[in-house]
């Protein structure tokens, strides 16, 4: 009967490519993933084929060559930098007398190492049972027994068929847990629904958490590792001329970012999706930032936050002598902003062009705000979209503000307003104005 190993942090590194050399890139991100998983890697190798090998991925005589290292560095886990089929991992288990890992397995032993929240634990079991789903045919050959002895005589379930029920059972369970989480956020989306929404997104390791602690002026967990930050956390981001928004950090996109973890975090990435403005961070002294860049488009794609506006941030720019600047285009859009996240410089050129991109498609607008709709002045001023404010003699207030209809209308349904009213109201006289921010120049 054969068992599978469970202990040992000895790692043999396995990278795996078909038909084409594997990137350098590649093999030092599989190293700093194990690494980050508590791993100690004692040997690293490539393994080039022109097409899988259905047994061992890597062909008998390089899983040959595999083995024989093992026993020469002592290793006690195998990581592979590629999926494996539950087959093949249960073979080549036999063979090495070890744990063999693939990549979707380590990144989600990184993702519960580093889950705090009660949803971050409960999005990641579920994601771990998915992927433990499929391989529990694995190597105990006892599971396909049936149950037997005094007391223990069944209905002739299995104890494979009584796992697989139960691990069912606890995925309903857990499903069922997300989707209330999914309610309260979305109710806490509608919430703050007239507030502008920022979502950091990147590269894991491309210096987000540094830069939400820059711009919030609050101190967010940072470490010089993959997957430092895995649970969303949401703060309030001042703008020039005291407008505010929120500000979400997320957890960082990976290459071949495993399936089961986009689906358990459907719920955290709706930040993302619907969100006003992303903030693209890139790590401008990775010499590979231009696959970055296309790997973390293909995740935004795959959650479907691909139409979200974004704006480019080029992070760690001291690493590479390049001074803080704003790059536009032939028509002014930004096209990316340089900056320093751990030093501050740049910023406020930052913090700038957040505001530019928010004020798009705004309206001045000045609002004759009568002293019953206290409420609604209270509002504005909290929202900081206020410009400017004159008392009438009658008690009344034109505020001049800077705000997009939706929102406004947003704001006069929270206090119980007549929006159309309001409006109709603030047209009167030569208090009313209504341009475009562009406009008012």
Avoid at 113 to 132: C, P
Avoid at 136 to 165: A, F, M, N, S, Y
């Amino acid at each position: 009967m054969f068992e599978r190993p469970r202990a040992g942090e000895r790692a043999l590194l396995v990278n795996v490519g078909f038909g084409t050399a594997i990137p350098s890139d590649h093999i030092a991100e599989l190293e700093e993933l194990a690494v980050s998983a508590g791993a100690k890697p004692v040997a690293q190798l490539c393994a080039v084929r022109d097409a899988p090998d259905p047994k061992f991925l890597i062909g008998s005589g390089k899983a040959d060559e595999i083995a024989g290292l093992i026993a020469v560095k002592a290793a006690e886990l195998v990581i592979f930098d590629w999926r494996l089929s539950p087959s093949q991992e249960r073979n080549l288990e036999r063979l090495f007398h070890c744990r063999v890992l693939d990549r979707t397995g380590l990144i989600l032993d990184i993702f519960a190492q580093r889950a705090k929240s009660h949803e971050g634990k409960l999005q990641v079991e579920l994601a771990q049972l998915r992927h433990l789903s499929t391989r529990l045919v694995r190597g105990w050959t006892h599971l396909e027994r049936q149950k037997g002895g005094i007391g223990l005589r069944g209905p002739g379930e299995t104890q494979l068929e009584t796992d697989r029920r139960l691990l069912a059972k606890r995925i309903r369970t857990l499903r069922t847990g997300l989707e209330k989480i999914s309610v309260q956020r979305h109710q806490q989306r509608r919430s703050r629904a007239a507030t502008h929404s920022v979502s950091l997104v990147g590269y894991t390791n491309a210096g987000k958490s540094t830069l939400f602690s820059a711009v919030t002026d609050e101190t967010a967990y940072v470490a010089d590792k993959l997957f430092a930050t895995l649970d969303t956390t949401l703060r309030k981001l001042v703008l020039p001329q005291g407008r505010a928004a929120v500000i979400a950090d997320t957890v960082g996109f990976v290459r071949d970012l495993p399936h089961e973890l986009i689906a358990a975090f459907r719920a955290t990435l709706q930040e993302t999706r619907e969100a006003s403005l992303l903030l693209h961070v890139v790590d401008a002294s990775d010499e590979n930032r231009g696959e970055r860049i296309a790997q973390v488009q293909e995740t935004l794609r795959e959650i479907e936050a691909e139409h979200v506006q974004q704006i480019m941030v080029y992070n760690k720019c001291e690493l590479i002598n390049e001074s803080p600047r704003v790059d536009r285009d032939a028509a002014g859009g930004v096209r990316r902003v340089w900056l320093s996240a751990l030093t501050g410089d740049g910023v406020e050129l930052l913090l700038a062009v957040i505001a530019e991109a928010l004020s798009v498609g705004q309206l001045r607008v000045t609002l004759r705000i009568p002293p019953s709709a206290g409420r609604l002045r209270a509002r504005l001023f909290e929202e900081g979209v206020v410009r400017g404010e004159v008392v009438l003699d009658d008690g009344a207030q034109e505020v001049d503000v800077l705000i997009a209809e939706d929102r406004l209308r947003h704001l006069c349904r929270i206090v119980d307003i007549d929006a159309d009213e309001l409006l109709a109201s603030s047209c009167t006289g030569s208090a009313w104005s209504l341009q475009s921010d562009a406009a008012a120049g």
